[in-house]
Structures are given as C-alpha cells and as structure tokens.
C-alpha cells in the first residue's frame, strides 16, 4: 500500500511475519489516512519496521505508539535504575551502557531467551516499541516468531490440550534465560491460556514460550513438561521466525500477545541502547 502524499510504503518482510514501513518522517504530524494504514499493517503483519528515524525524541516514539493505543506503564518502576530524570514514567531503556558502574537500563548484555513482555501479568502489553539508538557492529538481532502460524500448524493433540489448558508464567527480573533465579521477592507469576485471540482479528495465537511458562495447570509435572518441550519446539521452527539485524534510528513495534521474541549474544565492550514503550493491554482472551 503507498501513499502519494507522503511516499509512505509498506512492504512484506522476507520471513514469517512482519513488514517493512518506508517513506514515514515521524518528526511530522501524521494523517488519519497514513494512521489507519499503519493499523492495518499491523494487525495483518504483526510487527511493523519503520525506517530510518534518526534521532527520534522520545515524544516522537510516545506518539507514534499512540497511533495504536494508549501508553502503557512499566510493570517495574524505574527506582533501582538510572534512566533520566527527565524521561518520561513510561519508558525503559534495554541498555548495556553503564554510569558510576552501574548499567543504567534493563536486560543489558548477552542472548535472551523467547518470551512475550509482560505475560506474567494479569494484562501484559498489548504492543512494544524499540527504538534503536546504538547497535553493536554484529549480533544483538531480535528474533520474532509468528504465534499465529505456529498455532495453526499444531498436531492434533497438541491443539487439545492447548485449546483446553491454562498455563503459569514466571519471571524474575532481568533474567534472559529459563534457568532463572528463585528470589521470590523478585519473581512474578500469572496464569494465562495457552491460545489467546488476537482483539483486532480473532486470529487464535500460541501463548506459551521458553523463557517464562514453565507449567501447564492441571496435568502431572512431568506430561506437562513433555507437552511444554514438544511446543516450544514446535513454535521455534524456521519457518516461523524473522530475524532482525537492526540499524541505527529503526523503529519497530509489535503485537505482544501474537509474536515472541529473542536476543542473539553480541560484543559487550559495544554498545547496545535501545528505547522502549508499550501499548497498554487488557485482559486476555482464550481463543
């Protein structure tokens, strides 16, 4: 789809989901027109790549989100991190940069594990938002997979016991990997479905993910983690996965309750600063 006025086109990404949103200067005011077809492409690809924001305020992200909600809040307030006392509540930095030796962001270094933000929560993000500030010269990709085309592909009795089952989410804050800590003081949990719809659509989504579930409610421990390893499996095939290198001033944003995400490892002497938002969520809905 392009628009004329604004040169704006929007174009399928060469993986499994996802699009790439050219010709958008989000320094400008944007019309209604440009607006509706940025929702579109949203609701259809799942996560959106806006090139070529350099230097973008962090106002100019808030309101580039606002074109698909209203903000969401931090389900950890900054108060142990140093993120600027003059940046707004809402944000959050995924950042190895350090002041007085002390990482000034959240999730600074190494890989991380697949996961949706926030599922650990009785109504995690709807949407996040990155905006990418510095990038190492290699690695640091995210990686999202397409909850939708994994659910649609399940096994028979994979499909059973996700269409009739809920399941626990648990994180311990910044941990990036399954083996987390047990300080749980530090822990949050939420019992979630396994298949939630997408609001928009209706589309049925696989909601479960390496990093966080960690039990199926109702079944014996150990057919619960069969069932759990065959899904995650399942759901990080190839062919369900885009891989994004990022550049210096993208600008992406997607559908948190559709897709996953990960972190390959990268060079920590190099610098990773990434600015984030997110859309505000409800409570979900068993597809």
Same mark, same amino acid.
């Given at each position: 789809m392009t628009s004329d006025a604004l040169a704006l086109q929007i174009q399928p990404l060469p993986g499994a989901l996802g699009?790439?949103?050219?010709?958008?200067? +989000?320094?400008q005011p944007q019309d209604a027109t440009t607006i509706d077809a940025l929702r579109a492409a949203f609701r259809d690809h799942l996560m959106l790549v806006v090139r070529d924001q350099a230097d973008l305020s962090p106002e100019g992200q808030m309101n580039f989100c606002e074109f698909f909600g209203p903000l969401g809040t931090r389900s950890r307030q900054a108060d142990d991190r140093h993120e600027g006392s003059d940046a707004p509540a809402e944000v959050m930095f995924v950042s190895n940069r350090k002041e007085n030796g002390r990482f000034i962001g959240s999730l600074p270094e190494g890989e991380m594990q697949f996961h949706m933000d926030q599922c650990y929560v009785e109504r995690p993000a709807r949407a996040t938002? +990155?905006?990418?500030?510095?990038?190492?010269?290699a690695g640091g990709d995210t990686v999202f997979g397409n909850l939708c085309a994994a659910y649609a592909a399940l096994p028979d009795d994979l499909r059973t016991i996700v269409d009739s089952s809920r399941a626990r989410q648990v994180f311990s804050y910044d941990s990036t990997s399954a083996d987390q800590v047990s300080d749980a003081a530090a822990k949050r949990e939420f019992i979630q479905p396994m298949a939630v719809a997408q609001p928009e659509s209706g589309r049925?989504? +696989?909601?479960?993910?390496?990093?966080?579930?960690?039990?199926?409610?109702?079944?014996?421990?150990t057919l619960s983690r069969q069932a759990l390893d065959r899904l995650i499996a399942h759901e990080e095939r190839p062919q369900f996965l885009y891989v994004h290198q990022w550049r210096r001033g993208d600008l992406i944003i997607w559908d948190n309750l559709c897709t996953m995400h990960a972190r390959t490892e990268f060079d920590r002497t190099q610098d990773r600063h990434l600015r984030r938002f997110t859309i505000a969520g409800g409570q979900l809905t068993a597809a």
């Amino acid at each position: 789809m392009t628009s004329d006025a604004l040169a704006l086109q929007i174009q399928p990404l060469p993986g499994a989901l996802g699009a790439e949103v050219t010709g958008l200067d +989000l320094t400008q005011p944007q019309d209604a027109t440009t607006i509706d077809a940025l929702r579109a492409a949203f609701r259809d690809h799942l996560m959106l790549v806006v090139r070529d924001q350099a230097d973008l305020s962090p106002e100019g992200q808030m309101n580039f989100c606002e074109f698909f909600g209203p903000l969401g809040t931090r389900s950890r307030q900054a108060d142990d991190r140093h993120e600027g006392s003059d940046a707004p509540a809402e944000v959050m930095f995924v950042s190895n940069r350090k002041e007085n030796g002390r990482f000034i962001g959240s999730l600074p270094e190494g890989e991380m594990q697949f996961h949706m933000d926030q599922c650990y929560v009785e109504r995690p993000a709807r949407a996040t938002c +990155l905006y990418a500030i510095a990038i190492p010269d290699a690695g640091g990709d995210t990686v999202f997979g397409n909850l939708c085309a994994a659910y649609a592909a399940l096994p028979d009795d994979l499909r059973t016991i996700v269409d009739s089952s809920r399941a626990r989410q648990v994180f311990s804050y910044d941990s990036t990997s399954a083996d987390q800590v047990s300080d749980a003081a530090a822990k949050r949990e939420f019992i979630q479905p396994m298949a939630v719809a997408q609001p928009e659509s209706g589309r049925p989504a +696989l909601y479960v993910n390496r990093l966080m579930t960690i039990e199926i409610m109702g079944l014996e421990p150990t057919l619960s983690r069969q069932a759990l390893d065959r899904l995650i499996a399942h759901e990080e095939r190839p062919q369900f996965l885009y891989v994004h290198q990022w550049r210096r001033g993208d600008l992406i944003i997607w559908d948190n309750l559709c897709t996953m995400h990960a972190r390959t490892e990268f060079d920590r002497t190099q610098d990773r600063h990434l600015r984030r938002f997110t859309i505000a969520g409800g409570q979900l809905t068993a597809a």
